[in-house]
């Protein structure tokens, strides 16, 4: 039973979902907009919202707390020097979702998310 179990699972075992979604969370905040399934970007928004609002903050310590998350540096600069001062005075919501229709080969719903 699934009883008050929020987590989407995506058809993946704990660590490549993990992976996947770490991975994907990395291009959407280099590239500021990528082109996924509904349900991928419905799985890796929190977890672009929550690496925003740790790199509001600009200290070692939110350093540290994103690069527990993420594999290379390079979001974490990224998130610390330039999207971090953008949304400072934004209290949440720093992504959209865009559905831009469905995919030919198995007609997975696709949408781009992007950064607002």
């Known amino acids: 039973m ?3 179990n929020k987590g989407i699972i ?3 075992k704990k660590a490549p979902r993990e992976a ?3 991975n994907l969370a990395t291009s959407v905040i280099l590239y500021e907009k990528v082109k996924t399934t509904e349900a991928k ?3 890796v928004r929190p977890l672009v919202e929550r690496a925003i609002t740790t790199g509001k903050v600009n200290s070692l310590a939110s350093r540290r707390q994103l690069m527990k998350f993420f594999y290379t540096e390079y979001p974490v600069n990224k998130l610390l020097e330039v999207i971090g001062p953008r949304y400072q005075d934004r209290q949440g919501g720093y992504t959209r979702t865009v559905k831009i229709g469905h995919r030919l080969n ?3 719903d696709m949408v781009q998310i992007e950064l607002v």
Do not use: F, I, V
Request: glycine share 6%; charged share 45%.
């Open 10 to 12: 995506l058809d993946r």
């Open 20 to 22: 996947m979604l770490r």
């Open 106 to 108: 198995d007609g997975a």
């Open 2 to 4: 699934r009883h008050r």
């Open 41 to 43: 970007a419905k799985a």
